[in-house]
T-cell receptor
Framework: DTEVTQTPKHLVMGMTNKKSLKCEQH?????MYWYKQKAKKPPELMFV???????INESVPSRFSPECPNSSLLNLHLHALQPEDSALYLC?????????????FGQGTRLTVV | SQKIEQNSEALNIQEGKTATLTCNYT??????LQWYRQDPGRGPVFLLL?????KEKRKERLKVTFDTTLKQSLFHITASQPADSATYLC????????????FGRGTSLIVHP
C-alpha cells in the first residue's frame, strides 16, 4: 500500500464551525506533513510530525491545530476559520523527516470557508 | 532564504518532442532536489530525487540533471505525450539546517497531439 488517504475530499464550513481533516498512511513512514495550497501557488508547509511529535510549526495561526494520534494517522483540527483559509490542504508522508527520500502526497481536501 | 525560480509561462510542445523544464535556485547548493508532477485539484506526485553529488538521474522517459555551478536543475521528458500535460514542481530544502523541501511555483506543460 503506497497511498496517503485524506478525508474528506471536499469540505464547506462556516466561520463558527469546528471540523477536522484526516490523513492516513500504512507505509510505516515516520514523518507526516500538512501543506496548504492556494490556486496557482506552490504548496506551503504548515506542520511536520516526526515520530508522532510535532517538530515544525511554520508560524501557523492557532485556529489550525494538528494532532498525530499514532504513527499512521494525522489530523488537522479547524476552528473559527476565515474565508482566506479556503484552499487545498495536502497531507504527505516520508520515511523520515526531511523528504530526502521519496515523499507521498494525498489527494488533498478542498476546503471552502463561508 | 533560498529563492526557487521556475518559468511561470506554460510550455507548449508537440507530441513526440522532448520537453525541458528549468529550476533555478539562488543561494547555497541544496543536498538534494526533487521533481513532482501535479494535476489540477490533486496532490503532487513524486517523480525523481537527485542528490548534490549526482549529475544526472533517469527514470523511464524522464531525466533530471543537477548543475551546482549554474545553480540549476533541468527536467526532461522525452517522447512526450498529451498525458504528460500537467504542472511540474521542483522542491529543495531551505537553508538554516532544515531538510524540509520548499516548492517552486511550478511550470505548466501542455503537450499537443
Amino acid at each position: 500500500d503506497t497511498e496517503v488517504t485524506q478525508t474528506p475530499k471536499h469540505l464547506v464550513m462556516g466561520m463558527t464551525n469546528k471540523k477536522s481533516l484526516k490523513c492516513e498512511q500504512h507505509m510505516g513512514h515516520r514523518a507526516m506533513y500538512w501543506y496548504k495550497q492556494k490556486a496557482k501557488k506552490p504548496p506551503e508547509l504548515m506542520f511536520v510530525y516526526s515520530y508522532e511529535k510535532l517538530s515544525i510549526n511554520e508560524s501557523v495561526p492557532s485556529r489550525f491545530s494538528p494532532e498525530c494520534p499514532n504513527s499512521s494517522l494525522l489530523n488537522l483540527h479547524l476552528h473559527a476559520l476565515q474565508p482566506e483559509d479556503s484552499a487545498l490542504y495536502l497531507c504527505a508522508s516520508s520515511q523520515s523527516e526531511g523528504m530526502n527520500t521519496e515523499a507521498f502526497f494525498g489527494q488533498g481536501t478542498r476546503l471552502t470557508v463561508v | 532564504s533560498q529563492k526557487i525560480e521556475q518559468n511561470s509561462e506554460a510550455l507548449n510542445i508537440q507530441e513526440g518532442k522532448t520537453a525541458t523544464l528549468t529550476c533555478n535556485y539562488t543561494n547555497y547548493s541544496p543536498a538534494y532536489l526533487q521533481w513532482y508532477r501535479q494535476d489540477p485539484g490533486r496532490g503532487p506526485v513524486f517523480l525523481l530525487l537527485i542528490r548534490e553529488n549526482e549529475k544526472e538521474k533517469r527514470k523511464e522517459r524522464l531525466k533530471v540533471t543537477f548543475d551546482t555551478t549554474l545553480k540549476q536543475s533541468l527536467f526532461h521528458i522525452t517522447a512526450s505525450q498529451p498525458a504528460d500535460s500537467a504542472t511540474y514542481l521542483c522542491a529543495l530544502p531551505q537553508s538554516g539546517g532544515s531538510y524540509i523541501p520548499t516548492f517552486g511555483r511550478g511550470t505548466s506543460l501542455i503537450v499537443h497531439p
